[in-house]
């Protein structure tokens, strides 16, 4: 899963757009920086947590 989901838990902006960067940093200061910092928290316990991806990387290890 992409660690970044634009308007859930974070903005996404093309590379070499300094426009499209600077109306994303506007943006995200009127936005509710809460929900974004929950949703971010979630998303990263849901996929990344360490203890769930190192099960995840034993279990491929271990399967034969």
């Known amino acids: 899963p992409e660690i970044i989901e634009c308007e ?3 903005l ?3 590379c070499h757009q300094p426009v499209e ?3 994303a940093i ?3 200061e ?3 920086y809460i929900a974004y910092c929950n949703n971010a928290y979630q998303t990263f316990q ?3 947590e360490s203890d769930r991806t ?3 990387i034993l279990s491929l ?3 034969n």
Do not use: I, S, W, Y
Request: without cysteine; proline residues 0%.
């Open 46 to 48: 849901e996929h990344f």
């Open 8 to 10: 859930h838990n974070g």
């Open 26 to 28: 506007r943006a995200f």
């Open 54 to 56: 190192n099960e995840h």
């Open 30 to 32: 009127t936005t509710d």
């Open 12 to 14: 996404l902006v093309e």
């Open 61 to 63: 290890l271990t399967t």
């Open 21 to 23: 960067l600077a109306k």
